[in-house]
């Protein structure tokens, strides 16, 4: 699962966010097995929090049955996050290779998206209203077209 940051021109879609840009929240599930996009959330506001965009997009009925990995952003929603360490404690060797092996399976994730973001429309939509609602999901399409032919 991936929460990524869209620049949008539309100001009542966005919200200022990082660098003072007006950006919109798109919560996309990506198999990373097949690196194929699963399901989309609606965007959100670029300044709302990973954790409340994702309980919010209704992805969780989606994922229900599957178990999903997450960055660290999204502790407490039921997600597989990577463990942290507490403060003046070192981590355990055990969570420390479980750390590697989520790191290696979100890097697929983190790539897939990057190339999603390789279209024009994802770097700077200038969709209005639900323009972008419509261009994560025809992105998403080309991309899955892109890998399975």
Same mark, same amino acid.
């Given at each position: 699962?991936? =929460?990524?940051?869209?620049? !949008?021109?539309?100001? +009542?879609?966005?919200?200022?966010?990082?660098?003072?840009?007006?950006?919109?929240?798109?919560? !996309?599930?990506?198999?990373?097995?097949?690196?194929? !996009?699963?399901?989309? =959330?609606? @965007?959100?506001?670029?300044?709302? /929090?990973?954790?409340?965009?994702?309980?919010?997009? =209704?992805?969780?009925?989606?994922? /229900?049955?599957?178990?999903?990995?997450?960055?660290? /952003?999204?502790?407490? +929603? =039921?997600?597989?996050?990577? &463990?942290?360490?507490?403060?003046?404690?070192?981590?355990?060797?055990?969570?420390?290779?479980?750390?590697?092996?989520?790191?290696?399976?979100?890097?697929?994730?983190?790539?897939?998206?990057?190339?999603?973001?390789?279209?024009?429309?994802?770097?700077?939509?200038?969709?209005?209203?639900?323009?972008?609602?419509?261009? !994560? @999901?025809?992105?998403?399409?080309? &991309?899955?077209? /892109?890998?399975?032919?």
């Amino acid at each position: 699962m991936e =929460g990524a940051l869209v620049p !949008v021109r539309d100001r +009542t879609v966005g919200a200022s966010s990082k660098n003072y840009r007006f950006s919109a929240k798109v919560q !996309v599930v990506i198999d990373a097995d097949t690196r194929l !996009v699963v399901a989309m =959330g609606p @965007p959100e506001p670029g300044n709302k /929090a990973d954790a409340h965009a994702w309980r919010d997009s =209704g992805l969780a009925a989606h994922c /229900a049955v599957a178990t999903v990995l997450a960055d660290g /952003a999204h502790v407490n +929603t =039921g997600l597989v996050a990577p &463990h942290r360490r507490r403060v003046g404690w070192p981590l355990l060797r055990a969570l420390e290779e479980d750390n590697t092996e989520h790191r290696r399976v979100r890097a697929r994730v983190e790539h897939t998206f990057a190339r999603m973001k390789n279209y024009k429309i994802l770097r700077d939509c200038r969709q209005k209203g639900t323009g972008l609602h419509h261009a !994560v @999901p025809a992105v998403a399409h080309m &991309h899955n077209l /892109a890998l399975t032919a």
